[in-house]
T-cell receptor, first 113, second 112 residues
Framework: AQSVTQLDSQVPVFEEAPVELRCNYS??????LFWYVQYPNQGLQLLLK??????LVESINGFEAEFNKSQTSFHLRKPSVHISDTAEYFC???????????FGKGTMLLVSP | KAGVTQTPRYLIKTRGQQVTLSCSPI?????VSWYQQTPGQGLQFLFE???????NKGNFPGRFSGRQFSNSRSEMNVSTLELGDSALYLC???????????FGPGTRLTVL
């Protein structure tokens, strides 16, 4: 069965520190990979995605993720976080030919001053 | 373009009742998917509709059903509500299905 593992349920960091949120997926076929962010009492917002091409993808607000096929990983990084980055982050995968998303359990990023 | 809209945003029902949730996709999007989000199970896929046809279905009991109209708007229905159906129900739309999903704000259902 397809699965996505987010190894950390909660990651506390100080403002301006770097952060990495880890994501691994199980697959033997082509995949599309996504990171979504959810702020309290809101829906999911697309942060970034990997469909094909360059394995390093970036978002407009400083996040980046690298697709590593050999390690089946798609870790999310930011070199310097802000208080406003406090939210829950979900890694998701869809498999070639299908739009249905399989989500990880989510990682709560807690940024403190 | 307006985003995905869901109505109502909040609902309170009692066990045994039924409920209908509505989703309007982004203009031009023809595929609508529904997900259930709970603290225990996380985000789980319910079903997907494309051009008024159910194209994919998750592992949920038959009490959960949906439909899509000719204008791509979708509804999901849950009959004989149980306490465990309390959740945030999220709708997502894509242009043709095999693309990035854009989510609405969700409907928070509380079953008492």
């Amino acid at each position: 069965a397809q699965s996505v593992t987010q190894l950390d349920s909660q990651v506390p960091v100080f403002e301006e520190a770097p952060v990495e949120l880890r994501c691994n997926y199980s697959s033997s076929v082509s995949v599309y990979l996504f990171w979504y962010v959810q702020y309290p009492n809101q829906g999911l917002q697309l942060l970034l995605k990997y469909l094909s091409g360059s394995t390093l993808v970036e978002s407009i607000n400083g996040f980046e993720a690298e697709f590593n096929k050999s390690q089946t990983s798609f870790h999310l990084r930011k070199p310097s976080v802000h208080i406003s980055d406090t939210a829950e982050y979900f890694c998701a995968v869809s498999y070639s030919g299908y739009s249905t998303l399989t989500f990880g359990k989510g990682t709560m990023l807690l940024v403190s001053p | 373009k307006a985003g995905v809209t869901q109505t109502p945003r909040y609902l309170i029902k009692t066990r045994g009742q039924q409920v209908t949730l509505s989703c309007s996709p982004i203009s031009g999007h023809r595929s609508v998917s529904w997900y259930q989000q709970t603290p225990g199970q996380g985000l789980q896929f319910l079903f997907e509709y494309f051009s008024e046809t159910q194209r994919n279905k998750g592992n949920f009991p038959g009490r959960f059903s949906g439909r899509q109209f000719s204008n791509s708007r979708s509804e999901m229905n849950v009959s004989t509500l149980e306490l465990g159906d309390s959740a945030l129900y999220l709708c997502a739309s894509t242009p043709g299905g095999l693309d990035t999903q854009y989510f609405g704000p969700g409907t928070r259902l509380t079953v008492l």
